[in-house]
């Protein structure tokens, strides 16, 4: 386990990965400041 | 989020079990623009096929952010007609985040998903008394209001 959240940056690969996977995606938007 | 909630060893190891997380700043476009983002933190469940099935807006400490998860993953499989799944994820609300903002619901969708798994009507009624006594004040109540007839 790592110590902390690995975020995907792009919409494609998280949604290949939940595809492979069978999860949900987190999707998560932010303020950059 | 960034401050409190993600670097959480609860959330960390939650995030990475469940889901497949993806950052995206709110104002990139079209993302933002397709799911109608107004304001952060927007969180979003989201399925395979891009079809949204729970949203949050504003911070939520490490509690409610796994709580309101449990929540979202559970809806996610109730929408894709996976009542025994589903019902893993609210259980585990109503046990385990007993005090969480997310308990009346994850009772009313409780019942729903037993009597679409069972075709059984009682646990709705079942949901009905469990919320009008613990939560009468809750919309889930008003909302399982006429269950109380079955």
Known sequence: MTNEIVWEKNMDSAIARARTQKLPVLLF???PG | MDAVTYPDEKVIAFVQDFYIPLQIPFDAKP????????????????????REHHRTVGFLDPDAFIASSLLGIGKYHFDNDQYV???TFFEKIISEQSQSDSVAEALFLRGVSLYKNSGAPKPLKEAYETLSSQFPNSEWTKRAYPYRLL
Do not use: M, Q, R, Y
């Not at chain 2, 993302?31 to 891009?50: A, E, R, Y």
């Open chain 2, 85 to 87: 799944e589903a019902l």
């Open chain 1, 29 to 31: 938007f932010h303020n």
């Open chain 2, 31 to 50: 993302l933002s623009s397709d799911f109608n983002v107004k304001w952060t933190p927007t969180l979003i469940t989201l399925g395979s096929d891009k």
